[in-house]
């Protein structure tokens, strides 16, 4: 497993010091715009990245309310791996995973992306069943995959209680050795620095109130702090918030946007070198660089827009992981934080044309999105660039909830929904 040196992380902070005063530039946007994307998470800097990149398109902005990454991408808990059930799913995380692999030298910045594994428990015979169904789906894609037995589980986390005495006990569980953990705020900043060295506007502290229209076809948008601006084309990458951006264009997205929450410990000496999840009981866990171990909630079951979770569900999340870990039990936990993610009726993201002309939406990763930041924006920019779906994005057009051609990825999810 790759860890960092404390040389290694004392540099990463001074770069990361040094990029948030060169983004602080904040450009006074143009007046005219080819592209623009609305949203400064890590999909929306990815997409303007590639959109220079790979489609030489220059003149473009990306428009963020907050401040870059300050959405669900400095949010997460930073697991990466590409074992979805669905072909048509599984290509594309498949697809990130392979830019994961690259993107610390494409972009000349560390995203601290370390393949250390990822455990989906199983906790019955139902669940073993579906594990064996996935993983054997995965290889005939080509991803990798095994499924563990409850022994091999407790070789690789010798701190897990798998002898069969917790309520949920660990029966196996699907293992993805390439899969991992990356750093977050690196991943928005390293496309933000990489995007802006090309000549993409980034303007934060900017938010989009309206989505212009004439004719059926989108023209531009207006901002609260910069007024109008126009462009040729727009693509919206605004998460948990886009059934609220949906609207302003006059449509309506089948999204509901819920609340899932996360929680840190205090630093502590390394004692897990994996990344733990189980759908059945509600939580997850890894431990990062620093030491600390970053711990996640099923979602909360209430819609909403604000950023913080609920105290039942954390509460119960903590009762999971304690008795899957009772060698956590007496961890003082540090900080504890709520992001709102936007999930479709099939857990699976939209990447598409809108009714709208010139107006793209790529949303509802729901509880997912990370991992596919780097495939996400890849895919994202084509369509943007050419006005049409490639054929890995597709399928996951807003208009296969009127045609039935769902790709129900719940079982993959990894998170409880
Ligand atoms: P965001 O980072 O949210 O970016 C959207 C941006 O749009 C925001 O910055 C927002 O301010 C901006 N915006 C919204 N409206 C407007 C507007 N009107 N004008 C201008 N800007 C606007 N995924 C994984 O793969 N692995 C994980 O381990 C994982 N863990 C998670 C844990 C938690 C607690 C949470 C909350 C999410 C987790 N996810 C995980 C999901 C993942 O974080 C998201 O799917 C992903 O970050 C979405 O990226 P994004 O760039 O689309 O969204
Ligand atoms: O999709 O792997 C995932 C995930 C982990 C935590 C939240 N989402």
Known sequence: MKRYSGFQLVKHALQHQENWQRMWRNPKPKSHYDIIVVGGGGHGLATAYYLAKLHNKTNIAVIEK???GGGNTGRNTTIVRSNYLWDEAAHLYEHAMKLWEGLSQDLNYNVMFSQRGVMNLGHNLQDMRDIQRRVNANRLNGIDGEVLDAQQCQEIVPIMNCGGSTRYPVLGASWQPRAGVARHDAVAWGYARAADALGVDIIQQCEVDDILIEDGAATG?????HGVITADRIGCVTAGNS?????MAGFKLPLESHPLQAFVSEPIKPIL???VMSNAVHGYMSQSDKGDLVIGAGIDGYVGYGQRGSYPTIEHT???????FPVVSRVHMNRQWGGIVDTAPDACPIISATPVENLFFNCAWGTGGFKATPGSGHVFADMLAKGKANKMAKPFSM???HDGALIDEHGAAGVAH
């Open 399 to 401: 208009f296969r909830f």
């Open 243 to 247: 059934g609220v951006t949906a609207a």
């Open 273 to 275: 070198d994996t990344v």
């Open 66 to 68: 907050g401040w870059l």
């Open 221 to 225: 948008v207006s901002t609260r702090q």
């Open 318 to 324: 903590a009762q999971a992981i304690m008795e899957l």
